[in-house]
């Protein structure tokens, strides 16, 4: 059973960066598509940035582009996520999320559902 534990959130102001880990036990963590979706109150779970397991990288916005920057570290069975420029609108619960289905090397899905495994979320919580 795949597993997916998220750490590195926490209350910080506005302008600051921070970095979520999500290390992951139990799969094949180099065959997997990885994201990192976020969830406000109030609203549904979306897609954030995500990488193929061959190293395809995007992200949501080109907003998120240019302030966040997914990576993994296959040697550590870890992803990231680096968030600078942090403002009141990126508050959430940030969850990172595995394909283990896919299996295209070039393909990261934006759909919750395509995903099969979820970590239990860490609260970012960015005061103005």
């Known amino acids: 059973q795949v597993q997916l534990v998220e750490s590195g959130g926490g209350l910080v102001q506005a302008g600051d960066s921070l970095r979520l880990s999500c290390a992951a036990s139990?799969?094949?963590?180099?065959?997997?598509?990885l994201a990192w979706f976020r969830q406000a109150p109030g609203k549904e779970r979306a897609f954030v940035a995500g990488?193929?397991?061959?190293?395809?990288?995007?992200y949501d916005t080109d907003s998120m582009k240019g302030r966040f920057t997914i990576s993994r570290d296959s040697a550590k069975n870890t992803v990231y996520l680096q968030m600078s420029s942090l403002n009141s609108e990126d508050t959430a619960v940030y969850y990172c999320?595995?394909?283990?289905?896919?299996?295209?090397?070039?393909?990261?899905?934006?759909?919750?559902?395509?995903?099969?495994?979820w970590g239990q979320g860490t609260q970012v919580t960015v005061s103005s």
């Open positions: 139990g799969g094949i963590f180099s065959s997997y598509a």
């Open positions: 999320a595995a394909d283990a289905t896919s299996g295209r090397p070039y393909y990261v899905s934006r759909t919750t559902s395509e995903y099969d495994y």
């Open positions: 990488t193929s397991w061959s190293g395809r990288i995007i």
